[in-house]
């Protein structure tokens, strides 16, 4: 693979030189969004119980390829910033997360929801699958890994144009809003620290952190793994 240019040889060769390159245990995940139900590419069958977002990351990271729609998605804030609902009006004005005790105001809630990034709620269907599975092109990639791997991704990304990586995260709807939403709505990679949500419900371990990719770059980060010494 050349260092100048971000051309890829498949989506099975991407994930392995992740997985080579990082010391991945597990594989990084394929988002992809659907409009309508009938887009769902052939074979891909509906996850047949309701879980959360963060839940369904990590099955597909385990090897697990499916496709949810809102009603399989069990919390619903974070099926909200992925945009597949408007958000429920308690997490909108953060009165939910303040009676969580998360925040000790409802106007440090309210502020925080306003930041966190969202998807706007067009999406009939989210498909979930491991990275080198898949034979379409993906929205978002989403990468479980430890602070060293994220190192390493990090690295890879500045490789070429330089600059500096966001982490921008809250705390709160970390695998949905912070590694999802934000890469899709904002072109860029993001890294955060996960959540109580995340961490409780998805087995996010205490050693892990979550980077979220725009699928459209992944060529480039991987060609600069490549040439990375």
Same mark, same amino acid.
């Given at each position: 693979?050349? @260092?100048?240019?971000? @051309?890829?040889?498949?989506?099975?060769?991407?994930?392995?030189?992740?997985?080579?390159?990082?010391?991945?245990?597990?594989?990084?995940?394929?988002?992809?969004?659907?409009?309508?139900?009938?887009?769902?590419?052939?074979?891909?069958?509906?996850?047949?119980?309701?879980?959360?977002?963060?839940?369904?990351?990590? $099955?597909?990271?385990? %090897?697990?390829?499916? =496709?949810?729609?809102?009603? @399989?998605?069990?919390?619903?804030?974070?099926?909200?910033?992925?945009?597949?609902? @408007?958000?429920?009006?308690?997490?909108?004005?953060?009165?939910? =997360?303040?009676?969580?005790?998360?925040?000790?105001?409802?106007?440090?809630?309210?502020?925080?929801?306003?930041?966190?990034?969202?998807?706007?709620?067009?999406?009939?269907? +989210?498909?979930?699958?491991?990275?080198?599975?898949?034979?379409?092109?993906?929205?978002?990639?989403?990468?479980?890994?430890?602070?060293?791997?994220?190192?390493? /991704?990090?690295?890879?990304?500045?490789?070429? $144009?330089?600059?500096? +990586?966001?982490?921008?995260?809250?705390?709160?709807?970390?695998?949905?809003?912070?590694?999802?939403?934000?890469?899709?709505?904002?072109?860029?990679?993001?890294?955060?620290?996960?959540?109580?949500?995340?961490?409780?419900?998805?087995?996010?371990?205490?050693?892990?952190?979550? +980077?979220?990719?725009? %699928?459209?770059?992944?060529?480039?980060?991987?060609?600069? /793994? +490549?040439?990375?010494?």
């Amino acid at each position: 693979m050349a @260092e100048s240019t971000c @051309e890829v040889e498949g989506y099975d060769m991407i994930s392995k030189e992740l997985k080579e390159r990082l010391g991945l245990d597990k594989s990084p995940v394929a988002i992809k969004f659907v409009l309508r139900e009938e887009d769902i590419p052939e074979g891909i069958e509906k996850i047949d119980e309701n879980i959360r977002h963060c839940e369904m990351v990590q $099955r597909a990271a385990q %090897g697990a390829m499916f =496709y949810a729609t809102n009603d @399989e998605q069990m919390c619903k804030g974070g099926a909200s910033a992925i945009g597949l609902m @408007e958000a429920p009006e308690k997490i909108k004005t953060g009165e939910f =997360y303040q009676s969580l005790g998360r925040f000790s105001s409802l106007g440090a809630a309210k502020r925080t929801l306003e930041e966190i990034p969202k998807i706007d709620p067009m999406m009939k269907a +989210v498909i979930y699958a491991p990275l080198e599975d898949i034979k379409y092109s993906p929205d978002v990639i989403v990468i479980i890994c430890t602070p060293v791997q994220a190192m390493k /991704l990090a690295q890879a990304m500045v490789y070429t $144009r330089g600059g500096k +990586v966001e982490a921008s995260f809250s705390g709160i709807q970390s695998i949905c809003a912070d590694a999802v939403a934000g890469p899709f709505t904002k072109n860029t990679a993001n890294i955060t620290m996960g959540c109580s949500g995340s961490r409780g419900y998805a087995d996010i371990k205490e050693d892990e952190v979550i +980077v979220g990719m725009n %699928g459209e770059n992944i060529g480039c980060v991987v060609n600069a /793994l +490549v040439s990375m010494k």
